[in-house]
């Protein structure tokens, strides 16, 4: 395990945890810290396992709590959306058809550069 600040004992003074028990009482102490894993080791092995599976399960039931959580908030997001767009649309859909359907000309006046000497072509950029 990285410097984390906790002192774990080596991993084959646990011959009896998994690989994976293992990882999970790694992140367990970086976690919780060290004081979480102080009696851990006076444990008998069954005990330690048992510990270590209990804390793998609660950490997946959060995640997937979480993770539900994220797409039902994911989901109301995209509704409100689609009802703020469908708002809009009507909206714009509504304004179009009270104005009138006729197009009056546009008049401009645009005077033009003769090129005579005493003009100035800046001027007219």
């Known amino acids: 395990m990285e410097d984390s ?3 774990l ?3 084959q003074d646990f011959p009896h945890l998994s690989d994976a028990h293992w990882a999970t009482l790694e992140k367990m102490v970086s976690l919780l810290g060290e ?4 009696g851990f080791p006076n444990l008998p ?7 270590v599976e209990r804390f ?5 039931s959060l995640i997937a709590h ?3 959580a994220e797409q039902e908030a994911a989901r109301a997001t995209m509704r409100a959306e689609a009802q703020s767009a469908a708002q809009a649309s009507a909206t714009n859909t509504a304004s179009f058809a009270a104005r009138p359907t006729t197009t009056k000309p ?7 550069f003769d090129g005579k000497d005493s003009d100035s072509l ?3 950029v």
Do not use: I, L
């Open 5 to 7: 600040g906790s002192r």
């Open 9 to 11: 004992p080596a991993r």
């Open 35 to 38: 004081a979480a894993f102080a």
């Open 45 to 51: 092995a069954e005990q330690q396992r048992a510990r």
């Open 56 to 60: 793998d399960k609660y950490e997946s």
């Open 66 to 68: 979480v993770s539900a």
């Open 106 to 112: 546009v008049k401009m006046s645009v005077p033009t």
């Open 122 to 124: 800046v001027f007219w």
